[in-house]
């Protein structure tokens, strides 16, 4: 994916051009899905194994990958973080607007109404699909939807509408206006609303029942970028780890910053497995997923008078009528080939419905939808999986743990006819919030060990945030329960808490780059706890995010396009590759070719090592956006087993906008998988403070 072609030249004839070269076809325009032209050179087209052989060795073509799927990755979460409805708001708020790539938007909802906004910034080129049952306004600015292969599933709505409402959601969570007595069935009752509640909206639609495709998700990043946006949101990422320009998302992000525009990306949902983390290019922003204060548990009063508790979003309410319960591996539905060795873990179609229908059934494992259709009135289930953040079911359910299971097992089998009944949920204290949730993925950066990712953690778990009114409570087919806000967990939560505060703070500092903007952000993050997260900085990064430190972080990690370019260099991408994709006179050239993974100005530092012992230097320039007349200190925090020295250790700033250089030098030796350190600078009113991890690997 290139740099758009010079002179506004068409690029469709010349990908047509391309494709006669290599299909023969008399019409290769029906090979053509897509031509992207906008903001950068690149098309989709249909072809067989043979012709992308071949088109990969054609002149000027960067990289040829299939057109995969993505997966998409919610408010007192603002206030938990300090951000309160009353913090200082810039004038140019509502002058900036943020492209949310998604599974759309719901229009008509309550957060996303224009009151008191004018009309679009001038500088918004974009346009709106409307129809007859979808239209824009001042708040939501822009919609288009993108769906190159042209086919669409039942539950698919040819517009920019959301069927799903993820897209509502995380749109909701960027730049949602207040919204007073949000809830869900009096569940997270209070003010919903976005991180900046007077920025534009422009929905890209790229999401549909069958997931996201990548050529949709290049298509889309085309146009936002020509459009005007000035924050890109997007919550979706690849099941797995893919190279910088094979991967959709991180191909537009490039593109994006060469205009300025940042854009955050959700970590994954595949944690807390270690190197899950899917969205990791060093030019975007990733977002992990943390904890609030927040926490829904479920009671299950059992017929011995015993209670139990566990976690789900139970907004069902059984009136305390006692239902008759069944253990899973009781009731197999052997007519389909089951027993109770499958039975009990309730696998959709492992139950007979004759059996569980009218009662409670008792599970081995977590069961969204097998319980549900086989017709039970209840669920209980239990084993040792992970219990921070609670799911929303088709019927009345709790989520055990193994002890309170084993409780339970052992009533129903010392009792005839062992009765149960669930009670609605309710919201209690999360104590030990912020922390990285179990799903939320782990890195090191897979491609390029020595970036440290994710780059900082923000709220992604119990988040209220607004819903598409046709896709049901529990996004189960047949609950009956639909509602125009919902409380969703995930890293698609955590991102647009990120995009939010991106947007702020570019409110503020309208000329800072995206990697100014992401440096505020990192350094200024607050330091979380190893106790908990035992994965350290490869959980959350630099930390957890603190919207009000950021606006004013001191130093700040600058970079832009070269410095990208010469790192790519450095990861052996060749000068005719760099120059395809950038469009210019880029060159991988020198003594160096390119600057070492260490010396990109990176607001972190990692440093993998193969061997126990490590000793690696590292160089970094910041730049004084404090006081013009400023001394700032180095502060090192680093454990038994690993030595930190920093040269200067004293930076003397004698104007804005003055960049002094410096050097971290770290060596040591590694008696666990991983140790940690830090380097903060400090004026006495700044704390710039940059995570330091050395790791093993194989």
């Known amino acids: ?29 029906k090979h053509l899905l897509h031509s992207y032209k906008r903001s950068f050179n690149g098309f989709a087209a249909m072809l067989t194994e043979e012709e992308v052989k071949k088109m990969a060795g054609l002149e000027g073509v960067v990289t040829v990958f299939p057109n995969r799927k993505k997966r998409l990755h919610t408010t007192k979460s603002w206030d938990f973080m300090g951000f309160s409805r009353q913090v200082e708001r810039s004038k140019t708020e509502g002058d900036l607007i943020v492209g949310v790539l998604d599974s759309g938007i719901w229009p008509e909802s309550d957060s996303f109404s224009d009151r008191g906004l004018g009309p679009p910034p001038s500088k918004w080129t974009g346009t709106c699909q409307s129809s007859s049952n979808f239209t824009c306004n001042n708040k939501v600015i822009g919609a288009k939807y993108y769906r190159a292969i042209g086919k669409f599933g039942p539950r698919d709505l040819q517009s920019p509408r959301d069927s799903d409402g993820h897209g509502s959601h995380t749109a909701s969570t960027v730049a949602g206006d207040e919204v007073s007595m949000a809830n869900l069935y009096g569940l997270a009752q209070g003010t919903a609303r976005g991180g900046v509640p007077s920025a534009r909206i422009a929905v890209y639609k790229v999401c549909w029942s069958d997931g996201c495709n990548d050529a949709d998700i290049l298509a889309a990043f085309d146009d936002a970028i020509a ?140 069961q969204n939808r097998g319980p549900f259709f086989a017709g039970a009135v209840g669920a209980l289930m239990q084993d040792d999986g992970p219990k921070d953040a609670a799911k929303s079911f088709p019927i009345p359910s709790s989520y055990l743990d193994p002890e309170a299971g084993k409780e339970i097992y052992s009533y129903m089998n010392t009792t005839s006819d062992p009765t149960a009944t669930i009670f609605k949920s309710y919201e209690g204290p999360d104590k030990l919030a912020p922390y990285v949730a179990s799903f939320s993925s782990r890195g090191p950066n897979p491609v390029t060990l020595d970036i440290l990712k994710p780059d900082l953690a923000a709220p992604g778990v119990h988040i209220l945030a607004a819903w598409s009114l046709v896709n049901p409570v529990s996004e189960v087919q047949g609950d009956d329960r639909f509602v125009p806000y919902n409380i969703l967990s995930g890293t698609s939560m955590a991102c647009p808490h990120g995009s939010a505060i991106a947007t702020y703070i570019k409110s503020f500092h309208p000329t800072w780059s995206p990697a100014a903007i992401k440096s505020a952000l990192m350094t200024t993050a607050r330091p979380m706890s190893a106790d908990i997260n035992p994965e350290a900085e490869f959980a959350y990064g630099a930390g957890h995010i603190d919207p009000i430190q950021s606006l004013n972080p001191g130093l700040l990690y600058d970079a832009d396009e070269t410095d990208y370019v010469d790192f790519l260099c450095g990861q052996n991408y060749t000068t005719k590759t760099l120059q395809l994709v950038t469009g210019d006179s880029s060159a991988c050239s020198g003594l160096k070719n390119g600057t070492a993974v260490w010396d990109l100005n990176y607001p972190s530092f990692a440093l993998s090592t193969s061997s126990e012992a490590f000793n690696r230097t590292f160089t970094r320039i910041v730049t004084n956006v404090g006081s013009p007349t400023s001394t700032y200190t180095s502060v090192v925090k680093a454990p038994t087993g690993i030595k930190v020295t920093v040269i200067p250790s004293v930076l003397t700033f004698s104007s804005a906008g003055q960049k002094l250089p410096f050097s971290v030098t770290v060596e040591g030796k590694l008696n666990r998988f991983m140790l940690s350190a830090s380097v903060t600078w400090t004026d006495g009113v700044h704390q710039v403070r940059s995570p330091i991890v050395a790791f093993l690997v194989a």
């Not at 994916?1 to 002179?7: A, P, Q, S, V, Y």
């Not at 469709?12 to 299909?23: A, D, F, R, Y």
């Not at 009731?331 to 039975?343: K, M």
């Open 227 to 366: 459009d005007g946006v000035d924050i890109i949101s997007i919550s979706l990422g690849s099941p797995t780890p893919r190279h910088y320009f094979r991967d959709p998302i991180a191909i537009g992000a490039f593109h994006a910053i060469r205009k300025g525009i940042l854009t955050s990306t959700s970590a994954g949902n595949d944690g807390p497995g270690i190197a899950s983390i899917t969205n990791y290019s060093p030019w975007s922003l990733s977002v992990a997923a943390s904890t609030i204060d927040r926490k829904f548990f479920t009671k299950v009063l059992l017929g011995s008078g015993k209670t139990h508790e566990g976690i789900s979003i139970n907004t069902f309410d059984l009136k305390s009528d006692m239902y008759p319960i069944i253990y899973g591996a009781n009731a197999p539905n052997v007519s389909a080939g089951y027993n109770g060795s499958i039975s009990r873990y309730c696998f959709p179609g492992a139950l007979d419905s004759n059996l569980v229908k009218g009662k409670i059934v008792f599970c081995d494992t977590l």
């Open 1 to 29: 994916m290139g740099n758009r072609l010079k002179n506004d030249v068409s690029a469709s004839p010349q990908h047509i051009n391309m494709l006669q070269k290599i299909t023969g076809s008399n019409v290769p325009s």
